[in-house]
C-alpha cells in the first residue's frame, strides 16, 4: 500500500485536501472509532452518537463512491485508544506512508505522530482547507500583539473575502449591528419561533443509538430527541432551513432566553459546521444571498456572518496560537470542583436547570446560555477551570477542543487573564431577568444580594468585584461596576462575603 488516509471523525467532508492525488488501487482511506474518545471527557450520549452516525454514514458514502475504507469499528479489538487503534492499523496494513489533514485538536495530533513513529510509518500533515483563515495567516496577523481583538481580524476577513461588502465599504453602512442585536423578547415571550428541523434516525443511526445507550449507558445526557443532521445532505437541509425560517428573526434577539425554548433563533448548525459536513463558505453565502435578495435584514445577516466568519475562524486561530498553555490557564487561582448538578442539572436556580436540562436532552445551548448562565456561574463561583473546560467540552453535540476551549477559558472564565476579552464576563441575576423569563418561579430572588431569597448568582457576582477590586477598578470597561460596588457599605460588603462563603462551601446544595 501507498499511503493510508486517516480520515478523523470531525473530517467529514468529500473534498478534503487529504484525498488529493488519492489512487484507489494503491491508497486506502482509515477511519477509526475509538471508545477512548467518547470517555476522554465524560461525553454526552447524543455526542458519541453524532460523531458515530456521521462517520458510518461518511465511510458508506466513499464506499458508494468506490473508494476503499478500513473502518476499525467501536467494538473492535482490545485498545479503547485512537492512538493504539492507529498504531495497530499501521502494523497491519503497513503503508509507505500516513496522510492526515491537521487535526483539530492538540492531543489528537500529538496522538497521531506518537502512533505514526511508533509503527515507523512516514507522517504528512496537510493543511486544513475548511477554515478561511489558515493557521499560518492567523499567526501572522497576532505576531507582536499581546491581546488580540476580535472586531479588527473581523474586519479584516470581512475585506479579505468580500463578504458584505459594497465597494469597498461594510455592506449596509457599518460593520457591526451589535447594538440592534441585544433585545429581549418581552414581558409577552418570543411568540412562534420556528423550530430547526428534525432528521429522523434511519437505520444507521438507529443502530448506532441503540450501540452507545449499550455502551454508555452511565454517560450523561439523552438519547430520546437525538434529531441532529448526520450527513451532509441533512446538513444542507438545515442550513437552508435556517436560512429560511429563522435567519430573519436571528439578530434582534440573539442574546436572549426563554424557558422551553432552547434553540431560539439560532442556527443549530455548529456541529454540522465542526463535523466538516458543512463549509463555512456556503453557509456565510447563503446567509449574503438571503440578505441580497431582501429576504432578511443587514442586522440579521451581518449578525450571523460575524459568528461564523469572524468568531469561529478568530477562536480557531487562537487555539493554536496559545496551545498547550490555554489548556492549564487560570489566571485568578480558581479550585473548587464543579459542582454535581452540572450533570443533572438538579438546583433550585431556576436559569441553570433550564439551559442545564435542555443540555442533557439535546446536548445544545445557545451561546448566551453557555456564556451568561453556565459559564458565568462557573467564573463567580471560583470552579476550577479545567474541570469546567472538560464540562463543556462533554455535553455539547458540537463541542471540539478547538472551538470549545478558548471559549472557556478566555471568554467565559477569563482564565488566560483577557488574552482576547476586553473585560470577564461576570454578570449578577439582574442580566439573567432581563435577558429572559427564568427568574420568575425561581427559588431565588436576582435583586436580593445576600440573606433569605438572595440569588447566588447575584451574591457571587458582587463577591467576585469585592476579592478582585483592585484589578477591575483599573479596567475601564469593568471601573463602572466598581464604582457600585464602592456605593455599598461595610456591613452590606461584609453580609455579601459571608454568604458568598456559605454558598461556595456548599455549591452542591444551591
Ligand atoms: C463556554 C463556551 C463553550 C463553547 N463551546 C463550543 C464548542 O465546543 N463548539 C462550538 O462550535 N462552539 C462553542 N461555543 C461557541 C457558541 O456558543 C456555539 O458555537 C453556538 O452556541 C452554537 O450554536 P449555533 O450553531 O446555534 O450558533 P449560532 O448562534 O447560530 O451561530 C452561528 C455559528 O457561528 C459559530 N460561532 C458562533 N459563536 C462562536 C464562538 N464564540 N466560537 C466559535 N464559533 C462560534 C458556530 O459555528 C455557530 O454554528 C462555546 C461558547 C461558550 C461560551
Ligand atoms: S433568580 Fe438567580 S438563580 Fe434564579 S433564575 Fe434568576 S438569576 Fe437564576
Given at each position: 500500500?501507498?499511503?493510508?488516509?486517516?480520515?478523523?471523525?470531525?473530517?467529514?467532508?468529500?473534498?478534503?485536501?487529504?484525498?488529493?492525488?488519492?489512487?484507489?488501487?494503491?491508497?486506502?482511506?482509515?477511519?477509526?472509532?475509538?471508545?477512548?474518545?467518547?470517555?476522554?471527557?465524560?461525553?454526552?450520549?447524543?455526542?458519541?452518537?453524532?460523531?458515530?452516525?456521521?462517520?458510518?454514514?461518511?465511510?458508506?458514502?466513499?464506499?458508494?463512491?468506490?473508494?476503499?475504507?478500513d473502518h476499525v469499528r467501536l467494538?473492535?479489538?482490545?485498545?479503547?485508544?485512537?492512538?493504539?487503534?492507529?498504531?495497530?492499523?499501521?502494523?497491519?496494513?503497513?503503508?509507505?506512508?500516513?496522510?492526515?489533514?491537521?487535526?483539530?485538536?492538540?492531543?489528537?495530533?500529538?496522538?497521531?505522530?506518537?502512533?505514526?513513529?511508533?509503527?515507523?510509518?512516514?507522517?504528512?500533515?496537510?493543511?486544513?482547507?475548511?477554515?478561511?483563515?489558515?493557521?499560518?495567516?492567523?499567526?501572522?496577523?497576532?505576531?507582536?500583539?499581546?491581546?488580540?481583538?476580535?472586531?479588527?481580524?473581523?474586519?479584516?476577513?470581512?475585506?479579505?473575502?468580500?463578504?458584505?461588502?459594497?465597494?469597498?465599504?461594510?455592506?449596509?453602512?457599518?460593520?457591526?449591528?451589535?447594538?440592534?442585536?441585544?433585545?429581549?423578547?418581552?414581558?409577552?415571550?418570543?411568540?412562534?419561533?420556528?423550530?430547526?428541523?428534525?432528521?429522523?434516525?434511519?437505520?444507521?443511526?438507529?443502530?448506532?443509538?441503540?450501540?452507545?445507550?449499550?455502551?454508555?449507558?452511565?454517560?450523561?445526557?439523552?438519547?430520546?430527541?437525538?434529531?441532529?443532521?448526520?450527513?451532509?445532505?441533512?446538513?444542507?437541509?438545515?442550513?437552508?432551513?435556517?436560512?429560511?425560517?429563522?435567519?430573519?428573526?436571528?439578530?434582534?434577539?440573539?442574546?436572549?432566553?426563554?424557558?422551553?425554548?432552547?434553540?431560539?433563533?439560532?442556527?443549530?448548525?455548529?456541529?454540522?459546521?465542526?463535523?466538516?459536513?458543512?463549509?463555512?463558505?456556503?453557509?456565510?453565502?447563503?446567509?449574503?444571498?438571503?440578505?441580497?435578495?431582501?429576504?432578511?435584514?443587514?442586522?440579521?445577516?451581518?449578525?450571523?456572518?460575524?459568528?461564523?466568519?469572524?468568531?469561529?475562524?478568530?477562536?480557531?486561530?487562537?487555539y493554536w496560537l496559545d496551545m498547550p498553555?490555554?489548556?492549564?490557564?487560570?489566571?485568578?487561582?480558581?479550585?473548587?470542583?464543579?459542582?454535581?448538578?452540572?450533570?443533572?442539572?438538579?438546583?433550585?436556580?431556576?436559569?441553570?436547570?433550564?439551559?442545564?436540562?435542555?443540555?442533557?436532552?439535546?446536548?445544545?445551548?445557545?451561546?448566551?446560555?453557555?456564556?451568561?448562565?453556565?459559564?458565568?456561574?462557573?467564573?463567580?463561583?471560583?470552579?476550577?477551570?479545567?474541570?469546567?473546560?472538560?464540562?463543556?467540552?462533554?455535553?455539547?453535540?458540537?463541542?471540539?477542543?478547538?472551538?470549545?476551549?478558548?471559549?472557556?477559558?478566555?471568554?467565559?472564565?477569563?482564565?488566560?487573564?483577557?488574552?482576547?476579552?476586553?473585560?470577564?464576563?461576570?454578570?449578577?441575576?439582574?442580566?439573567?431577568?432581563?435577558?429572559?423569563?427564568?427568574?420568575?418561579?425561581?427559588?431565588?430572588?436576582?435583586?436580593?444580594?445576600?440573606?433569605?431569597?438572595?440569588?447566588?448568582?447575584?451574591?457571587?457576582?458582587?463577591?467576585?468585584?469585592?476579592?478582585?477590586?483592585?484589578?477591575?477598578?483599573?479596567?475601564?470597561?469593568?471601573?463602572?461596576?466598581?464604582?457600585?460596588?464602592?456605593?455599598?457599605?461595610?456591613?452590606?460588603?461584609?453580609?455579601?462575603?459571608?454568604?458568598?462563603?456559605?454558598?461556595?462551601?456548599?455549591?452542591?446544595?444551591?
Amino acid at each position: 500500500m501507498r499511503s493510508l488516509v486517516l480520515v478523523l471523525g470531525d473530517q467529514l467532508t468529500h473534498g478534503s485536501p487529504a484525498f488529493d492525488g488519492f489512487d484507489p488501487r494503491r491508497d486506502r482511506i482509515l477511519m477509526i472509532e475509538a471508545p477512548g474518545e467518547a470517555t476522554h471527557v465524560w461525553s454526552h450520549k447524543a455526542r458519541i452518537a453524532l460523531f458515530l452516525s456521521a462517520m458510518r454514514h461518511f465511510a458508506a458514502e466513499l464506499r458508494e463512491r468506490g473508494l476503499p475504507v478500513d473502518h476499525v469499528r467501536l467494538g473492535d479489538g482490545e485498545a479503547p485508544g485512537l492512538g493504539e487503534r492507529l498504531r495497530v492499523a499501521l502494523v497491519r496494513l503497513a503503508p509507505e506512508r500516513l496522510i492526515v489533514v491537521e487535526p483539530g485538536e492538540w492531543r489528537v495530533l500529538a496522538t497521531v505522530q506518537d502512533a505514526a513513529r511508533a509503527a515507523h510509518v512516514p507522517l504528512e500533515i496537510r493543511a486544513d482547507s475548511h477554515f478561511l483563515c489558515p493557521r499560518e495567516a492567523f499567526e501572522r496577523w497576532a505576531r507582536g500583539k499581546r491581546t488580540l481583538v476580535m472586531e479588527p481580524f473581523y474586519r479584516l476577513m470581512r475585506r479579505r473575502t468580500g463578504v458584505l461588502m459594497q465597494g469597498g465599504a461594510p455592506a449596509g453602512g457599518a460593520w457591526n449591528f451589535d447594538r440592534a442585536n441585544r433585545a429581549a423578547f418581552g414581558r409577552s415571550g418570543p411568540g412562534a419561533v420556528p423550530e430547526p428541523p428534525r432528521f429522523a434516525p434511519d437505520a444507521t443511526t438507529r443502530e448506532t443509538l441503540a450501540e452507545v445507550d449499550a455502551r454508555f449507558a452511565r454517560h450523561p445526557g439523552s438519547l430520546a430527541s437525538f434529531a441532529w443532521p448526520v450527513t451532509r445532505a441533512d446538513a444542507l437541509a438545515a442550513l437552508a432551513a435556517f436560512v429560511r425560517d429563522r435567519l430573519p428573526g436571528f439578530g434582534r434577539v440573539q442574546d436572549a432566553m426563554w424557558t422551553g425554548m432552547p434553540f431560539g433563533w439560532h442556527s443549530a448548525l455548529s456541529a454540522a459546521l465542526n463535523l466538516k459536513l458543512l463549509d463555512p463558505r456556503e453557509v456565510i453565502a447563503a446567509a449574503e444571498a438571503a440578505w441580497r435578495e431582501g429576504r432578511v435584514p443587514i442586522a440579521s445577516a451581518e449578525g450571523f456572518v460575524r459568528q461564523v466568519l469572524g468568531w469561529r475562524e478568530f477562536i480557531r486561530g487562537v487555539y493554536w496560537l496559545d496551545m498547550p498553555g490555554l489548556a492549564e490557564a487560570n489566571h485568578y487561582g480558581h479550585t473548587a470542583p464543579l459542582p454535581a448538578w452540572y450533570w443533572t442539572g438538579k438546583t433550585r436556580m431556576r436559569c441553570m436547570r433550564e439551559t442545564i436540562g435542555q443540555t442533557l436532552e439535546h446536548g445544545y445551548a445557545h451561546h448566551i446560555q453557555r456564556l451568561m448562565v453556565t459559564g458565568n456561574f462557573a467564573l463567580t463561583a471560583g470552579i476550577a477551570p479545567r474541570q469546567v473546560a472538560d464540562w463543556y467540552l462533554a455535553v455539547y453535540v458540537d463541542a471540539v477542543e478547538w472551538a470549545e476551549l478558548p471559549n472557556t477559558v478566555g471568554m467565559a472564565l477569563h482564565a488566560n487573564g483577557g488574552r482576547f476579552t476586553t473585560k470577564p464576563y461576570a454578570a449578577s441575576g439582574a442580566y439573567v431577568k432581563r435577558m429572559s423569563n427564568y427568574c420568575q418561579g425561581c427559588a431565588y430572588r436576582p435583586e436580593v444580594r445576600h440573606g433569605p431569597g438572595a440569588c447566588p448568582l447575584t451574591t457571587l457576582y458582587w463577591d467576585f468585584l469585592d476579592r478582585n477590586e483592585a484589578s477591575l477598578a483599573a479596567n475601564t470597561r469593568t471601573a463602572l461596576a466598581i464604582r457600585s460596588l464602592a456605593r455599598l457599605d461595610g456591613r452590606e460588603r461584609r453580609a455579601i462575603r459571608a454568604e458568598a462563603g456559605r454558598m461556595r462551601a456548599a455549591l452542591d446544595r444551591l
